[in-house]
């Protein structure tokens, strides 16, 4: 992604040597008009000046990176051997048996998966890498961006609702949003709320924050 930052218009003006003719060498009325004969210094050359204008652009490229497998990753209670960081281990298997895949633990009402970025990001998009067979039990799933690990202060990035219910096996969602937390929440009316992801990526980028003098 380019982003067009400032410009800067620069003034320069040569002087083309070529075009460089003394009064006397010169036909036209006007330069001989402007001979003084009775001057001893030297005669005054003519020259032509070249006055050109840039205007030139500046621009930074700010290309959004994976932040997701550098961040740390907890969730609601575990399921066996499935861990939260199960998500970020850049292992893609999405078959639960391929050990890629984090799992809360079973018999709860809402369970959540959340990752730290460590510091605040401009969070552009992320990617979501379900179970094959049982991506349908996250139906109706929130994803959430925040810049504290407390829920009070969560953000709706997006929210699974009709007419796509059910999120894909693989989901690209787009945020455009700044935090440091991204947090997949899943809850149920019955005790079977499950968070299951096998890869989650999170495209963004660290500002940079300009430091003031002391
Ligand atoms: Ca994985």
Known sequence: MLRWMNTSIRVRSTIDTSTCVTPMMDTSSSVKAAIDTSS????IMYCKA???VQILWFCRSEAFVNLAVN???TQKGVYGSYDASKAIDGNYNQSFNGGSCCHTAAGQLSAWWRLDLRKTAYIHRVVIYYRE???DRLSGYTLFISNSSNPKYDRL???DRPPTYHPNVVQNITCGMTGRYVVFFNERAKPEAYVELC???VFAYYPIIARSKQ
Request: proline content about 5%; hydrophobic content about 30%; some cysteine.
């Open 157 to 159: 990035c997006y929210e």
């Open 71 to 73: 961040g740390i990753a």
């Open 133 to 135: 067979d049982q991506w």
């Open 199 to 201: 890869e989650v990526e």
């Open 50 to 52: 070249i006055i050109t």
């Open 40 to 43: 001893k210094e030297q005669p």
